[in-house]
T-cell receptor, first 111, second 112 residues
C-alpha cells in the first residue's frame, strides 16, 4: 500500500526560485494537510484541505500556496523561496480531521 | 492563541521501566487529542487518541490520560523498550476548525 507519497525527498533551491512539493494519497481521504518541521520545534500547520476544491490556512501560511483539484493530490507551492523556508515538510491525510497518516517528508534547503 | 506544549524536551528511562510523557494544552475548545511517535528520518506515526468525553484510554502498552480541568494530557508507556526511543508529540484537534495543532515534542531515550 502506497499511503501518502511525497516527492521530492530532497531539494536544494536558491533564494527566489520557485518549486512545488508534490503529495499524493491513495486512501480516498478527504482531509489533507501540509506541515513544516524545524529543529527543536514541533510540526506547524501550513495549509489544509477538507476536500477537493476547499483549502484553508494553518498557523504559518505565508510564502506558500496550495490547491486541491482532486481528492488524491495536494501540492504545496513556494513561489519565491527564502532561507527561512529551509525545513522538513510533511504531507498528511485523514479520512476525517482526526488521525493523520503522514508521508516520509521532503527536506528542503534554500541557499 | 492555541498552543500545545510538552513539559520536558528530553526524557531518559531505563529499559523495562515505565515512561510518562506530559503535555499541556491551552484551547478549551479542543475535543480530540492524539499522541504521535516520530523516529529519526521518518514521518510521525499514530500511537493512540482520546476524545474529550473520556479521561483514560488504553492501548497495547500505552495509556493516555486526559485531565480537562487543568488541560493536561499524558502518555504512559509500560515496560519501555529500546524500540520506543523516538520523539513523541501530542496534538490537539481544535473543534470545528479542521486544524490539528502539534506540541514541540519530547525525546524519549531508553537506556539498556
Amino acid at each position: 500500500n502506497a499511503g501518502v507519497t511525497q516527492t521530492p525527498k530532497f531539494q536544494v533551491l536558491k533564494t527566489g526560485q520557485s518549486m512545488t512539493l508534490q503529495c499524493a494519497q491513495d486512501m480516498n481521504h478527504e482531509y489533507m494537510s501540509w506541515y513544516r518541521q524545524d529543529p527543536g520545534m514541533g510540526l506547524r500547520l501550513i495549509h489544509y484541505s477538507v476536500g477537493a476544491g476547499i483549502t484553508d490556512q494553518g498557523e504559518v501560511p505565508n510564502g506558500y500556496n496550495v490547491s486541491r483539484s482532486t481528492t488524491e493530490d495536494f501540492p504545496l507551492r513556494l513561489l519565491s523561496a527564502a532561507p527561512s523556508q529551509t525545513s522538513v515538510y510533511f504531507c498528511a491525510s485523514s479520512p476525517n480531521t482526526g488521525e493523520l497518516f503522514f508521508g516520509e517528508g521532503s527536506r528542503l534547503t534554500v541557499l | 492563541g492555541e498552543s500545545v506544549g510538552l513539559h520536558l524536551p528530553t526524557l531518559s528511562v531505563q529499559e523495562g521501566d515505565n515512561s510518562i510523557i506530559n503535555c499541556a494544552y491551552s484551547n478549551s475548545a479542543s475535543d480530540y487529542f492524539i499522541w504521535y511517535k516520530q523516529e529519526s528520518g521518518k514521518g510521525p506515526q499514530f500511537i493512540i487518541d482520546i476524545r474529550s468525553n473520556m479521561d483514560k484510554r488504553q492501548g497495547q502498552r500505552v495509556t493516555v490520560l486526559l485531565n480537562k480541568t487543568v488541560k493536561h494530557l499524558s502518555l504512559q508507556i509500560a515496560a519501555t523498550q529500546p524500540g520506543d526511543s523516538a520523539v513523541y508529540f501530542c496534538a490537539e484537534n481544535v473543534s470545528n476548525t479542521g486544524k490539528l495543532i502539534f506540541g514541540q515534542g519530547t525525546t524519549l531515550q531508553v537506556k539498556p
